[in-house]
């Protein structure tokens, strides 16, 4: 598996081209600028499959649904919860000074234990609710690489001062969920640089040990 961060909006949300040996990709979390996602994808001489998303808010999926109508191509995430953040991308849009963007339904939603293709890319799905209630997470094991969008970060953790947002539940949902996949595993964050869970377990102020 290959992949590349390409940060997006004013916001810097990284959205993540992840391809398989033979070029097949899909982007995660496509938070916007279309025609700079696209021409990556160019770049790199891939066929574009599938839109992953990790959660509902605008700068997560603000180039969602103008993909898809152009390519055809479905989306694929998050869990249902998120529906009724993805019923107010139009007022996110008008709130926040991004372009328009409609409302949408994925073609898939997502539930805890499933999984999902990339070509020969097989990621495992974790519901990991907390930031948002229908925020999922994307594991591939073999790479030892998460993409957990805004979840966790490299000595932060996701807000849950959002509605329907909840403190514990995010906590829980890193402890017991994300850290045991182990260490070594590296992650791709919503926002700011890569880290491990291993560093985060041991520094992350939020989080970690010395927050017991």
Same mark, same amino acid.
């Given at each position: 598996?290959?992949?590349?961060?390409?940060?997006?909006?004013?916001?810097?949300?990284?959205?993540?081209? !992840?391809? *398989?040996?033979?070029?097949?990709?899909?982007?995660?979390?496509?938070?916007?600028?279309?025609?700079?996602?696209? @021409?990556?994808?160019?770049?790199?001489?891939?066929?574009?499959?599938?839109?992953?998303?990790?959660?509902?808010?605008?700068?997560? !999926?603000?180039?969602?649904?103008?993909?898809?109508?152009?390519?055809?191509?479905?989306?694929?995430?998050?869990?249902? @919860?998120?529906?009724? /953040?993805?019923?107010?991308?139009?007022?996110?849009?008008?709130?926040?000074?991004?372009?328009?963007?409609?409302?949408?339904?994925?073609?898939? /939603?997502?539930?805890?234990?499933?999984?999902?293709?990339?070509?020969?890319?097989?990621?495992?799905?974790? #519901?990991?609710?907390?930031?948002?209630?229908?925020?999922?997470?994307? %594991?591939?094991?073999?790479?030892?690489?998460?993409? !957990?969008?805004?979840?966790?970060?490299?000595?932060?953790?996701?807000?849950?001062?959002?509605?329907?947002?909840?403190?514990?539940?995010?906590?829980?949902?890193?402890?017991?969920?994300?850290?045991?996949?182990?260490?070594?595993?590296?992650?791709?964050?919503? #926002?700011?640089?890569?880290?491990? %869970?291993?560093?985060?377990?041991? @520094?992350?102020?939020?989080?970690?040990?010395?927050? *017991?």
């Amino acid at each position: 598996m290959e992949f590349t961060i390409l940060p997006v909006t004013p916001y810097q949300q990284n959205c993540s081209l !992840v391809w *398989d040996a033979q070029g097949r990709a899909a982007l995660i979390d496509p938070g916007g600028e279309a025609p700079r996602l696209l @021409e990556a994808v160019a770049r790199h001489d891939l066929t574009l499959q599938s839109l992953l998303v990790t959660h509902g808010h605008l700068d997560h !999926v603000g180039a969602a649904a103008a993909l898809r109508d152009k390519l055809g191509i479905p989306i694929i995430g998050p869990q249902r @919860e998120e529906q009724f /953040w993805l019923d107010s991308l139009p007022q996110q849009a008008e709130l926040f000074g991004f372009p328009p963007t409609p409302a949408f339904t994925p073609d898939r /939603w997502l539930a805890d234990g499933d999984t999902v293709m990339v070509g020969a890319i097989r990621f495992e799905v974790l #519901h990991c609710p907390g930031h948002t209630p229908g925020h999922v997470v994307f %594991f591939q094991p073999q790479a030892r690489l998460a993409f !957990v969008g805004d979840v966790l970060f490299k000595g932060s953790i996701g807000r849950t001062d959002f509605p329907r947002g909840d403190h514990a539940a995010l906590i829980r949902a890193i402890r017991d969920k994300l850290f045991p996949l182990g260490d070594d595993v590296r992650f791709v964050p919503g #926002h700011g640089a890569m880290s491990t %869970f291993g560093h985060e377990r041991r @520094e992350n102020p939020f989080v970690g040990m010395a927050a *017991d």
